[in-house]
């Protein structure tokens, strides 16, 4: 009776907690009951059977949506999300769903066919770049997505760039073959600085007509067809494509095929032999097994990079995309990483992102590239220097997950319990793991001995981070809720590194720092929604740098009695201005001879009150940029503190800043806004009002295209002018180019304005 009883409570419970989840949130119901069934097969793949890949792309090329059709056809949703009705699953977050923007990477693990996919859907939008950047770290290829119509944008350049940094293969699909000005022959190869572009299908039918493509490498054709009540693109013909069927395009597809097997051969040169050898009486013969064989390897050599399109709203091209991703985007084991070696068998993992869960604390994202995870085990963060137990291990599915019983190498997924670990950080089975693997990176390859710098670099792997470049002060409602504040914004600052928290030293307000106006948007959101915190801000200002003008010396006495023991240091210092080549806020330090050989902790006591004095400016408080310092001379007491000498340094930098004269620096952004030519002249003219200095105007099919740099100081607010001066048709991407001189008026009026003397 007794076990009736608890299984007719655990079904009454069950289906109690389906129907609050359906109530909650309609579209959580279908996924969590898909993801089990399709997860419960737990399969075992394979190395050479898991893709790790990313989309990535310009702001609306449409990542998410193709993500969601990727989801629809491996079987895990039921039916499909759109980006304009915000419901997809990738876009779970709130502010995702209300702007239609992708503004977190997601990650989903999904199978197609026999292989098991790890894809993370990235933001296209500028001030997220951090967040693409970090997830490219651990992927082993990626999809660059392109709005057909609109070929290669700005910020598709930039994640191209992280890419290329990152060395990962590509495949690119050209998406919104359904829109009237599309084209397959739009990206440009210097634009992308490729070598070579390999289109693999052609379109069938152009903008409203497109209903297909063929296939170059197989000659085959796929036509999707609606059934009588559905369009979701699961129906398709694929068959052979006859001369009789349409004699152009059996002709367009020779020629595109004899083109493709011309460039590979000239990238390949085992494909080289087949076409000269075996098959050079007939390229027709050549198989295709054998064409894809060849695809594959200069892909992954990244020689060229596979050209697919589609439309992924109108549910056409999604499958072949599938399809190449299995056959043309690297295994894990297909990378080369030079720190596994230094690991062997041992585990070695990535934290690559955090999330803040409410009930289970942070949820770190980890890929595994040697070695496996257990739930309920111990590891060793070697960043952070520390043990940390780990109770779960959870299969990403955007906002759901399932848990799974390991991890192997090749792998991502979501640990439960690491409380320290962050963005960057190398996590390892123990510390006696980590030594062993710092030994063996100690020596070279040959047994030669490496630098210490270099052995670090082996064991670390981080994500540059740029500066911020606007900040502003936030307050709670009442000076009770700043500790809720504060735990706040360090949650989101463990989930998002390009996020700086700093303390006015002035003021003692908190001062947010983010690197665009919508990234600090959605930060103030986020702490209203999800921490139930209602914020002020204040107005959003400019972080400016500062510079200095001239050389100059300064020396500096300290001489203090603490208890018995006398702190005594003279400091002798030389500032000169860099060559303005460094836009770093870390001065490079040398010693004068003679003093070269100071023990290792004074120097770094010296040059700890040397970067310290850079943080803020003699002048407005900004970070000091591009300077060379120079150690004249030192002389302290043995009894002196390391504390003491670096007050004393720290007191004798900021005489020699003020004493070389202060420049201001103002961050210069690279603005590329695409507008119609009805509205060319209105945005031309309020730029010029912007300080702003045209470079080009490019034509880009019916539009134009002006790339510019102009202020940050002048782009406030832009968007909501750009959008009324163009009635809503322009778009703009705004990028840090770097810093430059303010005028002396200019640099006048801005010092009058902090000081608030107008
Ligand atoms: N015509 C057409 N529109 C599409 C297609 N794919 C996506 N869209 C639309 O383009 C817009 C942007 O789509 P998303 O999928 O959000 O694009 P995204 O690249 O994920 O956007 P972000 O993540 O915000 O950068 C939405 O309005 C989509 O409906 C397509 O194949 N054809």
């Not at 100059?552 to 300290?558: E, F, G, I, M, S």
Request: charged share 25%; hydrophobic share 40%; glycine share 6%.
């Amino acid at each position: 009776n007794f076990v009736k009883t608890i299984t007719t409570l655990r079904a009454v419970l069950k289906v109690v907690v389906l129907f609050c989840l359906s109530l909650g949130d309609v579209k959580s119901l279908p996924i969590l009951l898909n993801l089990k069934n399709c997860h419960s097969k737990s399969k075992v793949f394979t190395l050479c059977r898991i893709r790790n890949i990313g989309i990535m792309a310009h702001i609306d090329a449409g990542k998410t949506t193709t993500t969601e059709r990727m989801l629809y056809y491996s079987g895990y949703i039921r039916t499909l999300g759109d980006v304009d009705d915000g419901d997809t699953v990738t876009d779970f977050m709130v502010q995702e769903r209300e702007r239609g923007i992708t503004i977190q990477s997601a990650a989903v693990t999904f199978d197609w066919k026999d292989y098991r996919i790890n894809l993370i859907d990235t933001p296209g939008h500028v001030d997220f770049t951090v967040e693409v950047e970090r997830c490219l770290r651990v992927l082993d290829g990626a999809v660059a997505v392109f709005d057909a119509s609109a070929g290669v944008e700005a910020q598709t350049l930039t994640v191209w760039r992280q890419a290329d940094k990152h060395q990962i293969p590509r495949i690119c699909f050209l998406n919104k073959m359904d829109k009237i000005r599309a084209r397959m022959y739009l990206i440009k190869l210097n634009s992308l600085q490729l070598k070579s572009l390999l289109y693999l299908q052609l379109p069938i039918g152009e903008a409203k007509t497109f209903r297909g493509l063929v296939d170059v490498v197989t000659k085959e054709q796929i036509i999707w067809k609606p059934t009588s009540d559905l369009d979701d693109g699961k129906n398709f013909e694929q068959k052979l494509l006859l001369e009789a069927d349409d004699p152009n395009l059996f002709q367009e597809v020779q020629d595109a095929r004899n083109n493709l097997i011309e460039q590979v051969a000239d990238l390949d040169d085992e494909f080289a032999e087949l076409v000269l050898g075996e098959y050079s009486e007939n390229l027709d013969l050549i198989p295709a097994d054998k064409l894809q064989s060849a695809i594959r390897r200069v892909t992954l050599a990244q020689k060229a990079v596979p050209v697919l399109c589609g439309s992924a709203l109108k549910n056409k091209g999604v499958q072949p995309l599938l399809d190449a991703v299995t056959m043309y985007l690297p295994a894990p084991n297909e990378r080369s990483y030079e720190f596994l070696q230094w690991y062997k068998d041992d585990l070695c993992a990535l934290a690559f992102k955090v999330l803040h869960d409410k009930c289970r604390g942070p949820l770190v994202f980890i890929r595994v590239y040697s070695g496996s995870l257990k739930p309920q085990s111990a590891v060793y963060n070697i960043n952070k220097s520390c043990t940390e137990r780990m109770s779960r291990l959870l299969l990403p599915f955007a906002d759901q997950q399932i848990e799974i019983p390991s991890l192997m190498p090749g792998n991502i997924a979501l640990t439960v319990g690491l409380k320290q670990s962050a963005t960057g950080d190398t996590i390892v089975s123990s510390k006696a793991s980590a030594v062993a693997a710092a030994r063996r990176a100690g020596m070279g390859t040959r047994g030669e001995k490496r630098s210490s710098s270099n052995t670090e670099s082996l064991l670390l792997a981080g994500v540059e981070i740029p500066d911020p470049v606007f900040f502003c002060t936030i307050e709670p409602p009442s000076t009770a809720k700043q500790q809720d504040l504060d735990n706040a914004l360090s949650c989101l600052q463990r989930e998002d590194p390009s996020l700086k928290v700093k303390l006015d030293p002035d003021t003692g307000q908190t001062v947010l720092c983010g690197m665009g106006e919508l990234h600090i948007e959605i930060i103030h959101d986020r702490i209203k929604r999800e921490y139930g915190i209602e914020t002020y801000l204040g107005p959003l200002q400019i972080a400016y740098r500062e510079t200095i003008l001239n050389a100059a010396q300064a020396t500096d006495v300290l001489d203090k009695a603490v208890g018995d023991k006398r702190h005594f240091v003279t400091a002798e210092l030389e500032v000169r201005p860099g060559l303005g080549e460094r836009a770093t806020t870390k001065p490079a330090i040398e010693y004068a001879v003679g003093i070269e050989e100071l023990p290792k902790e004074v120097k770094g006591a010296v040059e700890n009150g040397i970067t310290n004095s850079c943080i803020q400016g003699p002048l407005l408080g900004f970070p000091v940029q591009d300077i060379d310092v120079t150690v004249q001379s030192l002389t302290l007491h043995p009894d002196t503190s390391h504390t003491m000498l670096s007050a004393c340094v720290s007191r004798c930098m900021q005489k020699a800043l003020k004493k070389a004269g202060i420049q201001i620096l103002e961050p210069l952004m690279n603005l590329e806004i695409t507008v119609s030519e009805d509205h060319l002249s209105a945005a031309l003219a309020d730029l010029a009002q912007r300080r702003g200095s045209v470079q080009e105007i490019q034509s880009r099919q019916d539009n134009r295209v002006v790339v510019a740099t102009v202020p940050l100081a002048e782009m406030m607010g832009y968007s909501t002018v750009l959008r009324s001066l163009t009635s809503g048709s322009a778009t703009f991407t705004l990028e840090l180019a770097s810093y430059q001189a303010l005028s002396s008026q200019e640099q006048s009026a801005l010092l009058q304005r902090r000081t608030g003397l107008v």
